[in-house]
């Protein structure tokens, strides 16, 4: 079984920043792009940053300048550093990432949502 434990979200006030990690746990052989949505109240979850296997990365417009992900492969562990936030970051961010298992099967996992908050 797998499981993604993600930590580091909370409440900011705009302009201010917050660290979101997201470690993965199990019988794992290898892992795929590793990737931060984030669903905000009345819309649909939007794809945040990806960053593939071998580090290279790509942003969503309305985050790009602002959010870095990176990856440490020796930890199984996804980081998603934002900077400048605004109220429209506000949202449940979700890590999500798939590959295979020490068995030879495939997984695809999502990690419980911590929820960011910025204040005006």
């Known amino acids: 079984q797998v499981q993604l434990v993600e930590s580091g979200g909370g409440l900011v006030q705009a302009g201010g920043s917050l660290r979101l990690s997201c470690t993965v746990s199990?019988?794992?052989?290898?892992?795929?792009?590793m990737k931060w949505h984030r669903q905000a109240p009345g819309k649909q979850r939007e794809l945040v940053a990806c960053?593939?296997?071998?580090?290279?990365?790509k942003y969503s417009e309305s985050v790009k300048g602002r959010f870095t992900i990176s990856r440490d492969n020796a930890k199984n562990t996804v980081f998603l550093q934002m900077n400048g936030l605004q109220p429209g970051d506000t949202a449940v961010y979700y890590c999500?990432?798939?590959?295979?298992?020490?068995?030879?099967?495939?997984?695809?996992?999502w990690g419980q949502g911590p929820q960011v908050t910025v204040s005006s």
């Open positions: 999500n990432t798939g590959g295979r298992l020490s068995t030879g099967g495939v997984f695809v996992s």
């Open positions: 199990g019988s794992i052989f290898s892992i795929n792009d």
């Open positions: 960053i593939t296997s071998d580090g290279n990365t």
